[in-house]
């Protein structure tokens, strides 16, 4: 682990545009900070409680998908999109993490109204979704397709990829083309193309884009390379294949995780392999008219709900659950401190850049 991870030093601060794009691009950061410097002392009760957790929990991770239940047809279901960083940590620094990720948007964010979205998750009871929400979820899995293709197509020509420097540039990578249309026995390899990660917790890791073609319709497929999740900068975790079952039960619970999987490249390793998704919420990260401010309480909300329900349904929080209701106050007076000291160091290194 780079030391700096342990301290209170960030990475990207001068190419971060705000506070919230700082601590989003620092989740290895954040769980290595969690586990050496931090004084989390007024969360001893808390830590012990353990299980599988989102590890990068922020509003932009938790979005529509059409998903497939095992056996059944594909539907629109909200869902963490984002498993990179995910496994076995303490529930409550999931927590401190969104609250932290979520008031690093807006000061008005409440914690307390986080905390009972949250809390009502960890007792099984869904909140209803956001109106605008609810019109994602009934939006047909045809209609989302004819927007993915139109996104592929967007992006390529006839013959291949529309080139563009720091977005999407020609394929030198040396995995070869061969390789990678053996991995996707079922569609048509047009094009291959390096989408470079210049920010977030992806930088450094080779990124494909794979244009497809299949009944005449076009889609992009993504292999993203594997690394460590941010968790283990806390805690060791299980072996890749027994961690990646683990956390498609708790925030997949029912579905196939086909649609975002693990392969192993031969000679390369592993590599996430999924669909290139059309992002359905549009987060108001900096936008202050009064109606996308309320849609980002909303959902906000709403998301603390859905990591709740994944915390929840595993069995080591049934006591984290009793201990939190026996005194929400106590929980709330042992996180906030953790979650103001965590955004003030984060203000400090964003303004000393």
Same mark, same amino acid.
């Given at each position: 682990m780079d030391a700096r991870t342990t301290r209170g030093h960030f990475d990207q601060v001068h190419t971060s545009k705000d506070l919230s794009q700082l601590i989003r691009s620092n989740t290895q950061q954040y769980w290595g900070y969690m586990k050496n410097s931090a004084d989390l002392s007024s969360l001893h009760r808390y830590l012990s409680f353990e299980g599988i957790? @989102?590890?990068?929990?922020?509003?932009? #991770?938790f979005s529509p998908l059409p998903l497939r239940r095992v056996g059944g047809p594909r539907q629109m279901r909200f869902v963490d999109v984002d498993f990179d960083d995910a496994g076995y940590g303490p529930f409550v620094l999931d927590f401190v993490r969104y609250v932290i990720s979520s008031k690093s948007i807006s000061h008005k964010i409440k914690q307390r109204s986080l905390e009972k979205g949250y809390l009502a998750g960890l007792a099984g009871k869904k909140l209803a979704s956001p109106k605008k929400v609810r019109a994602l979820l009934a939006i047909p899995v045809a209609k989302y397709d004819n927007m @993915?293709?139109?996104?592929?197509?967007? #992006?390529?020509?006839?013959?291949?990829?529309?080139?563009k420097k720091g977005e999407i540039e020609p394929y030198e990578a040396k995995i070869t083309r061969a390789t990678?249309?053996?991995?996707?026995?079922?569609?048509?390899v047009i094009d291959l193309a390096i989408r470079p990660e210049t920010r977030g917790g992806s930088v450094g890791q080779l990124r494909i884009w794979i244009l497809v073609e299949s009944r005449k319709s076009r889609r992009i497929m993504e292999l993203k390379q594997h690394s460590d999740p941010a968790v283990a900068n806390y805690r060791a975790q299980p072996p890749v294949h027994e961690w990646l079952n683990e956390v498609r039960q708790t925030f997949w619970p029912g579905l196939d995780g086909s649609a975002y999987d693990l392969v192993d490249v031969p000679g390369s390793?592993?590599?996430?392999k999924r669909q290139k998704q059309v992002s359905l919420?549009?987060?108001p990260y900096s936008s202050r008219k009064r109606r996308k401010v309320a849609f980002l309480d909303a959902l906000a909300v709403f998301d603390a709900n859905v990591l709740g329900l994944a915390h929840g349904r595993q069995a080591a929080a049934a006591r984290y659950r009793a201990l939190i209701e026996n005194d929400t106050e106590?929980?709330?007076?042992?996180?906030?401190?953790?979650?103001?000291?965590?955004?003030k160091l984060a203000r400090v290194n964003f303004h000393d850049k």
């Open positions: 957790i @989102a590890g990068d929990p922020h509003l932009g #991770n @993915a293709a139109q996104y592929a197509e967007k #992006n390529s020509s006839k013959n291949g990829f529309k080139f990678i249309e053996s991995l996707l026995p079922d569609r048509n390793g592993l590599f996430w919420i549009d987060v106590a929980f709330h007076d042992a996180t906030k401190p953790v979650v103001k000291a965590y955004l």
